[in-house]
C-alpha cells in the first residue's frame, strides 16, 4: 500500500542500476569524447537499428530536432497534413520550417489520423503527410501508402508513442519514406532527453548526419543550414543501460494495461483503448475516454477526484493543438469535430513499469466510486 502523502505521477522515469551507469560512463574520463557522435553513439545508433529492424537510424539531441532537421532535409513546400490531436512539436516543426499545417480530422475508435478524410484535404500545394502514432495506437499505413503513391507525396510518421512497436512482425519504422522517434525521459524508451529519425534512404541519413552538426558537411564544406542536434555521450550511456532492460519493463507495462482493462471494462461511459489485431504494443499509455451522458460524469471529475489522493492524470492531448494561442486565428474550431469531441474527454491514467498494481486498483476504485 502507497504512504497517504505519496504522489502516483501519469508516469515515472524508468532508471538502469546506478552502479551500471556508473560503469557505462566511466570510460568518459578516460577518453573526454563527450559529444560529436563518440563510441557510445555509434554504439546506441547501431543497436537501436538492430532492435527496431530498420536500414538507417539517426539519433538527435532530442525528438522535436530529429522531426525539424527532417522536414528540412527532405526539402518540402507547401502543405502538409497533419492531426491536431498530438503534442505540440508536431506542428511547430511543421511551422518553424515555413510550411503550412493542414489539420485532418482522427478516427473516433483509434485515435489516429482519419485515411478516409485525408484526399479531400489535398491541394496543388501539398507536399507531404504527417500523420502520427497515438498512445502506441499505429496508423493504417497501407491505405495513408496508397494515398501518398497516388498524389507523389512524402509520408513522415511522428512514432514518438511507438518505440519497438511491431505490425505482423515488420517494425512500425519501416513505414513511409521516415519516421521520427522521442527519447524524452517520460516515453518508454528514453536517453534522458533525445530521439531518432528512421529511413530507408542512406542518402537522407548522410545529410540528417550533417545538418544536426551545424550543416557542417566536412571541415571545408557547409552546404546547409543546420542546427545543434547532436546526441551526447551520456544521453547514449542511459541509451545503452535502459535498452538492456526495454522488454523485461514492457512486459511489466503489459501486466498493468491488462489489470485496467480487467478493472474498467465493465463500466458503461468509459471507453477503452485496444490494439488492434497485428499489432505488438509497447503500453506507453493507457487513455480513457468518458462519455459524461452515460458515465454521469465528466473526464474533469475523474481528474480532479483522482487529483485529491495524489494520483495525477493527464489531459494528453487537451487543447488540441489548432486551439493553441499561437494557432487558433489561423484554423476553425470545426474542421475536425472528432479531435474536438476526445480532446474534451480523454484522460491518460498512471502507468509505468513500475506502478504497483494495488494503486491500479486504487485509481479503478476511485473512478468507480463515481459512477
Not at 222 to 241: H, I, R, S, T, Y
Not at 322 to 334: A, I, L, M, Q
Amino acid at each position: 500500500m502507497r504512504k497517504e502523502d505519496e504522489i502516483i505521477n501519469v508516469t515515472r522515469s524508468d532508471m538502469p542500476p546506478m552502479e551500471e551507469f556508473i560503469s557505462e560512463i566511466s570510460s568518459l574520463w578516460d577518453t573526454r569524447w563527450l559529444t560529436n557522435m563518440g563510441e557510445k553513439h555509434i554504439r546506441l545508433e547501431s543497436e537501436i537499428k538492430d532492435y527496431l529492424k530498420v536500414d538507417n537510424v539517426t539519433l538527435f539531441s532530442h525528438g522535436h530536432a530529429a522531426l525539424e532537421l527532417l522536414l528540412q532535409a527532405m526539402d518540402l513546400k507547401g502543405e502538409v497534413i497533419t492531426t491536431p490531436f498530438s503534442f505540440a512539436s508536431t506542428t511547430h516543426a511543421i511551422v518553424r520550417n515555413g510550411l503550412t499545417p493542414v489539420f485532418c480530422d482522427i478516427k473516433e475508435d483509434d485515435y489516429t489520423i482519419d485515411e478516409t478524410k485525408i484526399e479531400k484535404l489535398i491541394t496543388s500545394k501539398t507536399s507531404a503527410i504527417l500523420p502520427v502514432h497515438v498512445y502506441g495506437q499505429i496508423c493504417n499505413v497501407e491505405a495513408i501508402e496508397q494515398i501518398a503513391k497516388k498524389h507523389n507525396l512524402k509520408v513522415i510518421y511522428d512514432a514518438a508513442h511507438t518505440f519497438g512497436e511491431e505490425i505482423d512482425g515488420i517494425g512500425v519504422g519501416n513505414y513511409g519514406d521516415a519516421s521520427m522517434f522521442s527519447f524524452h525521459a517520460t516515453k518508454v524508451f528514453h536517453t534522458i532527453e533525445g530521439g531518432a529519425i528512421t529511413s530507408k534512404s542512406r542518402e537522407l541519413k548522410d545529410k540528417l548526419y550533417y545538418l544536426k552538426n551545424f550543416g557542417i558537411q566536412d571541415v571545408d564544406s557547409v552546404p546547409d543550414v543546420g542546427a545543434n542536434a547532436k546526441m551526447n555521450e551520456f544521453q547514449a550511456a542511459m541509451g545503452l543501460c535502459n535498452l538492456r532492460y526495454l522488454d523485461e519493463k514492457i512486459a511489466k507495462r503489459k501486466q498493468i494495461y491488462e489489470r485496467y482493462i480487467s478493472r474498467l471494462e465493465s463500466i458503461d461511459g468509459i471507453k477503452l483503448l485496444r490494439y488492434r489485431e497485428g499489432i505488438k504494443p509497447n503500453y506507453a499509455y493507457f487513455p480513457i475516454v468518458v462519455d459524461p451522458e452515460v458515465f454521469g460524469k465528466t473526464r474533469d471529475d475523474i481528474f480532479d477526484r483522482l487529483k485529491k489522493e495524489n494520483i495525477i492524470c493527464r489531459k494528453y492531448f487537451y487543447p488540441l493543438i489548432s486551439d493553441y494561442e499561437c494557432y487558433r486565428d489561423r484554423f476553425s474550431h470545426g474542421d475536425t469535430p472528432v479531435a474536438d469531441k476526445i480532446s474534451s474527454r480523454v484522460l491518460t491514467l498512471p502507468i509505468y513499469a513500475e506502478l504497483p498494481l494495488d494503486v491500479v486498483d486504487e485509481v479503478c476504485e476511485l473512478i468507480k466510486g463515481l459512477k
